[in-house]
């Protein structure tokens, strides 16, 4: 068994409090195979009856992209008219998508309707699916700083049509889509935090005892 010391468990906390959500790219492409390594870390996650449901769907095609990014602006007016004048204001001030700037855009799917594993751990709680496809996420997140490249997590958009524009499989359920490439700055604190939209709580707030 593979034995980490003090220091590889300091490293890894540092990997854990830099990894941040990026909505500020540089235009620099990903070297080649960048994006390869990162998915086959993803696929290392583990999975309900290694079912191994994630998909990735890189989207070169430029009608494509222009097709999301007016989807997301769509969206985006959206949730700007449901909120009051004042937050309103403030949300309108945020930047919330790299999806002009970032050279890499992909998105990951669920395939709902896989057989891998033969549906082990998937009958009491078929949702196990798509939280396995979060873990992947979350390990290719993590590798993707290690390397200081950036993710930026798109969730302003409207699935049905995202499915469509990208033309996948009926029983594949989006779960994400993703910027990827060198952020343009780095910082431990969410930008969100810095905005003074949110602040993060601390764990004790969230822990209950039995």
Not at 35 to 55: M, N, Y
Not at 70 to 96: G, H, I, M, P
């Amino acid at each position: 068994m593979t034995a980490f010391d003090d220091s590889f468990r300091r490293q890894l906390r540092e990997l854990f409090i830099w990894r941040r959500d990026v909505r500020r790219f540089r235009p620099d492409p990903l070297p080649a195979g960048a994006l390869e390594r990162l998915i086959d870390i993803a696929c290392l996650s583990p999975s309900v009856g290694l079912s191994q449901p994630w998909r990735f769907v890189l989207i070169e095609d430029d009608a494509r992209r222009t097709a999301v990014i007016e989807d997301f602006k769509a969206c985006n007016a959206e949730a700007l008219s449901s909120y009051s004048v004042e937050r309103a204001a403030r949300y309108a001030a945020l930047k919330l998508s790299g999806l002009t700037e970032a050279p890499v855009h992909l998105a990951v799917f669920a395939d709902k309707a896989s057989d891998i594993g033969h549906g082990l751990g998937r009958a009491t709680m078929p949702e196990t699916t798509e939280y396995s496809v979060v873990a992947a996420i979350t390990a290719m997140w993590l590798a993707a700083r290690a390397e200081g490249i950036g993710l930026g997590w798109v969730s302003i958009l409207n699935p049905e049509r995202i499915h469509a524009i990208l033309d996948v499989p009926p029983s594949w359920k989006f779960i994400g889509y993703f910027c990827i490439g060198y952020p343009q700055e780095e910082c431990a604190r969410p930008e969100l935090e810095r905005a003074d939209w949110e602040h993060r709580r601390p764990a004790a707030e969230f822990t209950i005892r039995r």
